[in-house]
């Protein structure tokens, strides 16, 4: 047996910490912001019932089919791995949208799908475009893969803007993150503007459009299906949905992708860990699915609230960007952390915005009729105490 001779060496060794060995990327890389912590303002507002505008949920819950559903499957579903294809989910998306289940991939939310995009698209230096103000996870995933972030902001009217847009989309990017409604925005993007983007979009990019609020801006006939727009398009793209907003199953985490070929699929399933989404997931997804009259019904509540408590806060003089999803963002006289405070305090939790030159702005799911005038009163009462 020979051994190697250890050469001894004059290089001071530094010792090894956790923190020395986290990626440059990481550690520069902002965190997501969930909102305020429902138990620490229920602790510091004293009140019963915590009412929770932060993260954009469904006051009306899922459709007691998914109860069923999971109660059903629940026993064998504990101890055993769950399907790692998902195929009756997949299979029954893909058949109410008429794609084959093939082109269908399921994550453990949308957000899921954001970020095995990024880690099956992204090299260090690419570019990636998306819009501001905007979903943070469109920005924390590209940058987790050394990517650049390049975010086009919107117009003064909170519109798309197409000449920004124009000129991001010439720069070459490889991936672009477009919500449609847009989060915080609640900005609904029309055929026009939608059309301009995969129009500009390079071939050589993957276009991602990210429908997670489709349902609530759906009623609208000027809201484009992404699905449709793109079906017939040559160039790789994939549409994002998910069953955490109109469905109510957010605590449930699944979300699903539409994808423009299969060996996109194929290419996250490489990525993604095996059991992504578990089987209470899927069978919950499954029922959820099947009850149209529930998704009909919380649609039609939140639509008829989103215009009832618009036109409450205008009145009250705050200004309100016109909402096709199921939250508003709304511009107060004041820092949104302040805003937020006060409201916490009164029990209601919003989300306080911190992009920049949106650090007046907050951004609140809607809820109950209830909920929603209890919002409104405590809102406009500190607004007007805090104008004094
Ligand atoms: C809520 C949301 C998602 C992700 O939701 P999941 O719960 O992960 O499915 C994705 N994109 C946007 C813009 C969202 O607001």
């Known amino acids: 047996m020979s051994t190697v001779p250890i050469k001894a060496g004059t290089d001071v060794i530094e010792p090894v910490t956790a923190a020395s060995l986290v990626r440059r990327e990481v550690v520069s890389l902002p965190a997501y912001d969930p909102g305020a912590d429902t138990d620490e303002v229920a602790a510091l507002s004293g009140v019963a019932r915590v ?14 089919a998914v109860a069923e559903a999971v109660r059903l499957r629940v026993d064998d579903s504990l101890s055993r791995y769950p399907d790692p294809t998902g195929k009756r ?3 029954a998306i893909g058949k109410s949208l008429a794609v084959p289940a093939g082109r269908i991939v399921l994550g453990n939310g949308s957000e899921n ?5 990024c880690q099956a698209v992204l090299d260090p230096g690419d570019l990636v475009t998306t819009q501001a103000p905007g979903f943070s996870l469109h920005e924390i995933f590209p940058r987790m893969m050394g990517a650049r972030v390049e975010k086009v902001p919107v117009t003064a009217e909170f519109g798309f803007d197409a000449i920004a847009w124009r000129d991001a989309l010439a720069a070459g990017p490889k991936l672009v993150f477009l919500a449609n409604p847009c989060n915080p925005t609640g900005a609904m993007l029309g055929a026009g503007e939608l059309g301009r983007v995969v129009a500009g979009t390079p071939k050589s990019a993957l276009l991602v459009l990210d429908e997670a609020y489709c349902e609530f801006a759906r009623p609208n006939p000027d809201y484009p299906d992404g699905l449709e727009v793109l079906r017939g398009q040559d160039r790789p793209w994939i549409v994002l949905r ?4 109109a469905y109510g199953l957010a605590g449930v985490r699944v979300g699903y992708g539409i994808a423009s070929d299969a060996a996109l699929v194929q290419a996250l399933d490489r990525v993604r860990t095996p059991y992504n989404v578990n089987q209470l997931a899927q069978d919950a997804a499954i029922a959820a ?11 039609r509540r939140t639509g008829l609230e989103i215009a009832r408590v618009t036109k409450l806060l205008r009145g009250a003089g705050l200004r309100v960007v016109p909402s ?3 939250f508003l963002f709304i511009e107060t006289d004041h820092r949104s952390d302040w805003v937020a ?3 916490h305090r009164a029990g209601i939790v919003v989300k306080a915005w911190r992009e920049p030159g949106y650090e007046n702005f907050i951004r609140a799911s809607l809820s109950t009729p209830e909920d929603n005038d209890l919002f409104v009163l405590c809102l406009t ?3 007007a105490k805090g104008a004094r």
């Open 324 to 326: 096709s999803a199921n």
């Open 289 to 299: 699915l099947g009850d149209h009259a529930h998704l009909a019904e919380t649609v």
């Open 341 to 343: 405070e006060a409201l």
């Open 381 to 383: 009462e500190i607004c």
């Open 89 to 91: 989910l997949a299979e």
């Open 113 to 117: 799908i954001l970020e095995l995009l």
């Open 242 to 245: 998910t069953f955490s907003k």
């Open 51 to 64: 009412v929770k505008l932060s993260n954009n949920e469904s006051p009306f819950g899922a459709s007691p």
